[in-house]
């Protein structure tokens, strides 16, 4: 075996690099290590051009389960199955990263594969970014690279963390995740969780991200220098003379009326596309022996500076808007039906989503079984969906798709910094957000759609979130720019940058950016974030508009849950042999479910009452009885010397004959009967922990309501011994 190992020290650990002969048909490779976490990155190209009208990228990011130490799946499928949502995710990074890097026009398949082959103390995400930029960076495939990735934490001192472990990033005190990739000074990718953190603090944090990139880019640099193939020519499809003056004469005095003509932007994309199709139909006429997707891709080509020097050089926008302006907005909490639990219905532009909430109790938790998080619970979960007639179109309904999973997962983790901790509210949250008309961030507005809905149901969310997608049109030989807020459906496809920002009134909870160039500078991100905090005060004063606040119950079809602990050594007897003792009670007071956690916390979840009463046996089970506890309880036995008495699930004790009344009792059984209920108080615990109860001390009257008189002799019992008893 052949190999050569690389070494860079970044964020106080050591990254290594490994160029070996194991995949040596494939175009490049790298095995990537940080820790005790390692990736394998493979790229291959295609040999021949595809007949695409875009470029057929492909990214993989492969989950093995022996990457853990683990044997995971069902017990009837233990090999992988299809990529978990972490994957997905996983995947998503490294294809929005690399991407813009690939010369435009290409058309040629390009497949890079991740595959995890270890992972303990650091998340594979961060070396999959790295892996693929060395893979491709040294294979002979046309690509600008490299391009680097790095991840910030930030602890609750205020301080950053270079590439924290799985530990750090878990701890109490972290307020922030951030994943930023890059080259040159500049970024190009982003994603961030974080805890109402303010924009000041995001842009150090990029500043930060920026000067540890170029470290990482200094070493892939000097590693391709030494190692990296001969790229191979690529060479953009010329446009002929011909066509252009087509285009000139046949859709160039139309593009003003259809880009610009409407001042609805919805209207306007389907003009850009109706004079599309009117100009490839013309063009395929006049020059049949060229492919359709030469007109196509010009058209795109022309309508991307039209639009980009109308926003530069005039400020103008495809539905008339300022450069910082939204588009009308519409909130409404409730309504939709006394069924669902909470709903919201959130409109911006021509962008319209539902969000529906359901609360259920800590059993509809989510099991989450991947290499990173074996067993855990999810309880807050929010869905995204994202059906053809949205955008006016048909198409296949059905299954997730990447997007639709990283578009539900942005805005999980916008929500997730508000929600109230899991001992002030159980309950599993589950959000379904449905597009139903798209023209510009459906993800964001369900940001908005999904707070308004959790307000609806009554969720104690500490402030209401909203979301806003940025844009940019640049020159980058000019060197100008301008910032676009509210971005719709032409800004997007033809803009160079997605830059989306959900927070609360108090800072930033998600950040999210794609680009279509190289990458943005920092000060870009500075105006972006000004920018956004402005649109996104704007909305949250619509959302408080329809509703101010949570409500203050949730609705009565939901399940109520209730709270109860015992201690750690009391929950074997809780669960019983077999579960025997927790699904009777279970069976005897219909409640839906009982969860215990491993400190003894214990959620039930019922609906009209039986919540209540599972609580009750609960606690009466494991009730620690005291001197001076009062009861009513059944007579169970009768013995010569007294009656036991049941003073709880599997309790009982004895009330001596002496301490039935104030008097003489000669025989007990002309006290009270099996089964009679009677009131009594704990007199004694003695040193086998035995019950020693007293009906004349619980009640002194209840021996002369009941009748009773003295026996022969009529004196009290005092301190006369008592008769042996069987122990219990």
Partial sequence: MEKKVYSLSIGGQEMSAEFNDWADQASGSVLLRYGNSAVLATVVMGSKESDKDYFPLSVEYEEKFYAAGAILGSRFMRREGRPSEEAVLSGRIVDRTIRPLFPQGMKRDVQVMITVLSIEDYDTDLLAVNAASLAIATSNIPWNGPVSAVRIELNDEGGFIVNPTYKEREAEGSRMDLLACGKDGLINMIEVG????????????????????????????????????????????????????????????????????????????????????????????????????????????????????????????????????IRPLFAEAGGLSPVVHGSGLFYRGATHVLG????????????????????????????????????????????????????????????????????????????????????????????????????????????????????????????????????????????????????????????QMDVKVEGVPLKVLTEAFAHAKKARMQILGVITGAIAAPRPDISPRAPKILTTYVKVDQIGLVIGPGGKTINGIKDRTKCDEITIEEDGTIFVTGRNGTAEAAVKEIEELTHEFMVGDKFEGPVVRLMDFGAFVKIGPNNDGLVHVSEVAPFRIGNIADAVQLGEVVPVVIKEIDEKGRYNLSIKAADPEWAARKGLTPSAGGENYGGRKRDERPRH
């Fill in 194 to 325: 974080a805890n109402e953190v303010s924009e000041e603090t995001l842009e150090k944090a990029f500043a930060k991200a920026s000067e540890e990139i170029e470290k990482i880019q200094a070493w892939q640099k000097s590693i391709v220098a030494e190692r990296g193939a001969e790229k191979i020519p690529f060479v953009a499809p010329e446009i002929s003379a011909e066509v252009r003056a087509a285009f000139e004469e046949l859709a160039a005095p139309k593009m003003e009326g259809a880009v610009f003509g409407s001042a609805d932007g919805n209207v306007g994309k389907k003009n850009i596309y109706a004079l599309k199709a009117e100009w490839i139909k013309a063009a395929s006429e006049k020059f049949p022996d060229v492919k359709p997707s030469v007109f196509d891709n010009y058209y795109e080509e022309k309508v991307n500076d039209y639009i980009h020097t109308e926003a530069i050089k005039n400020g103008r926008r495809a539905d008339g808007r300022a450069l910082d302006e």
């Fill in 356 to 511: 529906v909430l359901t609360l259920g109790g800590p059993g509809d938790a989510q099991l989450v079984d991947t290499i990173e998080y074996q067993e855990t619970k999810k309880a807050f979960m929010l869905h995204y969906n994202f059906p053809p007639f949205s955008v006016g179109e048909t198409g296949r309904v059905g299954g997730m798709n990447r997007r639709a999973i990283g578009h539900g997962a942005l805005a999980e983790k916008a929500l997730r910094a508000v929600l109230p901790k899991k001992e002030d509210f159980p309950y599993t949250i589950r959000i379904v957000c449905e597009s139903l008309a798209s023209n510009g961030s459906t993800s964001m507005a369900s940001v908005c759609a999904g707070t308004l809905s959790l307000m609806d149901a009554g969720v104690p969310i500490t402030r209401p979130v909203a979301g806003i997608a940025m844009g940019m049109m640049s020159d980058a030989k000019a060197g100008e720019y301008k910032v676009l807020t509210d971005i719709q459906g032409p800004e997007d496809h033809h803009g160079d940058m997605d830059f989306k920002v959900a927070g609360t009134e108090a800072g930033v909870t998600a950040v």
